[in-house]
């Protein structure tokens, strides 16, 4: 059964940083594409950053390049997500999610991703 589970969330000061993991079981990571989504209170779900089957391409929104950075480790059949330089709004919810191995390669969307975690909360507060 295909398990995702994040952790890694929680209050941070502004400027500061944190790494969300997604622990996968059921399956192995690396045949699929996985993004990182977020949710505020009250806003849609929007696609932060996501990165293709092994190692492949990766993608970030606008508002948090040169601060987030996706990463995965098949080893422990885990994605990160090293988020730096927190921002207030960058409050929100976090999800993963992966995209099925028999769907050709997609944009960023939470439309286009098939299994998702349960999420966890990011605050950004001072």
């Known amino acids: 059964q295909l398990q995702l589970v994040e952790s890694g969330g929680g209050l941070v000061q502004p400027g500061g940083s944190l790494r969300l993991s997604c622990a996968a079981s059921?399956?192995?990571?690396?045949?699929?594409?996985i993004g990182w989504f977020r949710q505020a209170p009250g806003k849609e779900r929007e696609g932060v950053s996501c990165m293709g089957n092994s190692g492949g391409p990766t993608t970030y929104a606008d508002s948090v390049k040169g601060r987030f950075t996706i990463s995965r480790d098949n080893a422990k059949n885990t994605v990160y997500l090293q988020m730096n330089n927190l921002k207030p709004e960058d409050t929100a919810i976090y999800y993963c999610a992966v995209v099925s191995p028999l769907k050709l390669p997609g944009a960023c969307v939470p439309g286009y991703h098939d299994s998702w975690g349960q999420g966890t909360q990011v605050t950004v507060s001072s």
């Open positions: 059921g399956f192995s990571l690396d045949y699929y594409a």
